[in-house]
């Protein structure tokens, strides 16, 4: 009896969480407290498809704030916290993020994650929701998988350092949507 109460405590603890996760005071606080989190949140491989909105505009034509589709990819390995995890931004312009994410379980459902990785563009003439050049990146976001199916919500950011090309400016996009787990 004594496990549960102490788990429904760190399960509250947790819950609580979620709401200071934006800001970096409680990504501190998640960091630090990791430990208490021992559930495979958001467990499994998942791909999806939403949407991609650049938050940024290309700084030597003023285009940007582009939008379009995206399609997303995880791959959980399950003795690590760590994914590998793929977008394709698909709109005027589509670009491939490949990143490697390093994955904090929130809850028995949930994780926040920060990935490194690159924005490979297919064109250097139209801007996509992150630039006009290949960059790297950094992919905050957070994964959510509904109990007892195998749908998963997903968001994240992607920010492109020296995105556009003639520019050393950095391009953000914001995407979003649903998957499947497999």
Known sequence: MANFERLGQSLSRLTGWKVALGSIIGLGVLLAHASDASAQAAYGSYIGIGGSFGVTDNPTSGDGGSGGGVIAFRYKFLEVPISIRAQALIGQSTAFVPTVSYDLPLNWQTDAYVGVGAAIQDSDQNASPVGNQTAFVLQPGIDHSFPYSNVVLFGNAIIAFDAYK?????????????????
């Open 166 to 182: 003639n520019s050393n400016a950095t391009a953000a996009s914001v995407q979003g949507g649903v998957g499947v787990r497999f």
